[in-house]
């Protein structure tokens, strides 16, 4: 019985299905651009977008769990597929988002409970893997690491917890090859709590080069930001960043419970992606 992993393009969705391929496990892997997914013979690849979820059918055969990232237009819809194709378990990368106060009226919180609820409505088994804030956020910051050995941001005492995506991969392999995880909706974070500008200089400790913070306007940021990123999320990124100023976010001890390791460090993030920054 394969295990089907919808994203695995994606840096975690393509984490998950190295971790599901070291145990051995049988996996089917879509893209909507299954063209250009390079992966082990082995893996059977096939397209598929969540948003057509009838077109998810024939990669859904003889599947029993199914790894799913939650950025979909009719989370109702493909939940019936799923339980039409006999899915026992749908192994979910929803974000912590969902826990905070107010969830239901944030932009973020509310998408990631509406494709939730449409699984447990379902009745389909499931486990909602809820990550705050990825480490791999500060990847924004090669460009200018890399050409002025700086970073602009307008809250740069704003306080996270990032988390590593090899970490959420691995809760993710667990989940989808037992029951361990069942019904189970781990908040998952890193270590330790750092603030942006902690995060700054521990690049910059890595690269063995100091990179400086440059303190910026909201507005300011807004206009860096939107050259790249929807403006929505730029409105939410630096809301999050506001509100997070002299916060204590909480650090979660799941990882360690799930897998019996300590969740790794923002700096094992820095140095596995060195090259970004350099
Ligand atoms: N950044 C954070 O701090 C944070 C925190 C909590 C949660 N999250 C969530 O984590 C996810 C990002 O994870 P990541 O870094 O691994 O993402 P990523 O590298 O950007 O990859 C996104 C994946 O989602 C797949 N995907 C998107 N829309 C799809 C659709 N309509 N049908 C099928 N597949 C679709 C893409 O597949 P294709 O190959 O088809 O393009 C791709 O593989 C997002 O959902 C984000 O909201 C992020």
Redesign the pocket.
Known sequence: MSVLV?????????LVVAGLLEREEGVRA?????Q??SLPDQVEVMA????DPSSLAPALEGVERVFL?????DPEALAAQLRRSGVRHVVL?????VTFPGAEDDF?GS??LRVERAIVDSGLGHTFL?????A??AARWSWSVRAESAVSLPYPDAVQV??H?AD?AEVAVIALTGDALLDAAPVLTGPERLTLRDQVETIGSVIGRPVSVIEQSEAESFALLSQHVPEVWVRQIIGDWRDAVGATPEISGEYTRITGRPSRTFRTWVGDNVELFR
Request: cysteine-free.
């Open positions: 919808v994203g695995a393009s994606g840096a975690i969705g393509s879509t893209s909507r651009r299954s250009t997914l598929a977008d969540l948003n990232y939650a950025d979909l237009d990368l929803s974000s912590s988002a973020n998408r990631f809820r990550p705050g804030g990825f791999s956020n990032p988390i995506e959420i």
